[in-house]
């Protein structure tokens, strides 16, 4: 059984930084699409990032671009983002997501199979 773990959500000023982190048991996820997405109250959820497996590529949402960076470690089997210049806006729940077959719509929550509970990032203004 697949387990994903997210941490490092908390509380932060607008222009701070945050780092989140997923940790995932169960199986190696070297070949997994991996994805980070958010939802924010009485909104939909959100794409924020996906990192490819069995590459180097990344992708990100345009309001997160230059200011989120996606990493992984398929070594430890971890996943991180990496986020500054925090704004209000990036308020949100945000979760980590694992897509084990690799399909190409990355962008929308359909593919992935495996979910965190999510941890809170709250941004003040």
């Known amino acids: 059984q697949v387990q994903l773990v997210e941490s490092g959500g908390g509380l932060v000023q607008a222009g701070g930084s945050l780092r989140l982190s997923c940790a995932a048991s169960g199986r190696t996820f070297t070949g997994w699409t991996m994805g980070w997405f958010r939802q924010a109250p009485g909104k939909e959820r959100e794409f924020v990032a996906a990192?490819?497996?069995?590459?180097?590529?990344?992708y990100y949402a345009d309001s997160v671009k230059g200011r989120f960076t996606i990493s992984r470690d398929n070594a430890k089997n971890t996943l991180s983002l990496q986020m500054s210049s925090l704004k209000p806006e990036d308020t949100a729940v945000y979760y980590c997501?694992?897509?084990?077959?690799?399909?190409?719509?990355?962008?929308?929550?359909?593919?992935?199979?495996?979910w965190g509970q999510g941890t809170q990032v709250t941004v003040s203004s």
């Open positions: 997501a694992a897509d084990v077959a690799g399909e190409p719509a990355y962008y929308t929550p359909r593919p992935y199979d495996y």
């Open positions: 990192s490819i497996g069995w590459s180097t590529t990344t």
